[in-house]
């Protein structure tokens, strides 16, 4: 797999949340110094009662306004807990604010209880969410294309159905941002990625199984009829530094128990984690990048992040990207 080797970082708005110290000055200090250091991509994540923080459209929009060339996206959003035809407006809305530096990394809900409890809050169905979040990006991309020349203005879908879709405004690059499918290894999820996702954004444990998929995904693409590489491999990751490896451990496994009130012994087999010296977490994300991962989404773990910034940045970004080719601060098309 080809292509420019992205890294970004992740806005600790869920670690505001766990603090319960909300403000938006120490989100835009952290996205201006994330460009300043060279990270090409500020991503924000999403939920209101299972995990809260503050809304990523709105922080993204504001992070967007601070900056100059950083890419800005979601990692990950869940569409269906906003109706979609509002999703479609924030969406075409913020994309003008960026300046077209946005992508969006789109999932169904997590499968927890309290992922669960959040659709019902909403009035949204859990059930058949997966089919809810094809339908939606189908729904959206209909919207963002209604007003060029031949595009259908009506969408008619098994849970969404909506006209004058060419009334709403139109994104600022033509069709709308990039769409990446948060997900895993399955079948399922690749065939999904590989036909109707221009990324897919998992958090795999194991880089092999990793660079299987990836290759997987490439083959599907083209059976589909679209390039090998028409879908952007990224990987979302978390990473602890700290020289001293019991310490990064446990910093680690105190983030995670306040983050989804469970153990890294539980979370660690189902999502990426690395933690000891900056070195270290390189080598380890090194694995991916070698399986062929074009865009890491790095997740600080810790409940205080910003001191670490500086060190991923000096130390880590140079060496992980010793390992790709070139990359190209602010591209959303990575």
Known sequence: MNGPLHVGILLPTREQAINGTYAAAPLLGFARQAEDLGFDSLWAGDS???RPRLDPLVVLAAAAAATERITVGTAALTPALRHPLIGANMVASLSHVAAGRL????????????????????????????????????????????????????????????????????????????????????????????????GWLPFLPDSDAYGRARRRIAELAEEAGRPADA????????????????????????????????????????????????????EWLGGYVRAGARHLVLRIGSLDPEPQLKEIAEVLLPAVRALGPSTTVGSTQS
């Open 48 to 50: 209101l009662t299972a």
């Open 103 to 198: 992508v969006l990394g789109l999932g169904s809900g997590f499968p927890m209880p309290e992922t669960e409890e959040e659709f019902g809050s909403v009035g949204a169905s859990f059930t058949g969410r997966v089919g809810r979040l094809d339908e939606i990006t189908a729904l959206w991309r209909t919207a963002w294309r209604a007003g060029q020349e031949g595009e259908p203005a009506d969408f008619q879908g098994r849970y969404w159905q909506a006209d004058h879709l060419d009334r709403l405004p139109s994104p600022a690059t033509a069709g709308g941002p990039p769409l990446w499918l948060a997900g895993s290894d399955t079948p399922k999820v690749l065939a999904r990625a590989a036909t109707r996702y221009d």
């Open 231 to 282: 879908v952007t491999p990224a990987l979302y990751a978390t990473i602890t530094v700290n020289r001293d490896e019991r310490a990064a451990e446990a910093e680690l496994e105190h983030y995670i128990s306040h983050y989804y009130g469970r153990s890294l012994d539980q979370m660690r087999t189902i999502q990426a984690y690395a933690w000891g010296s900056a070195e270290k977490c390189a």
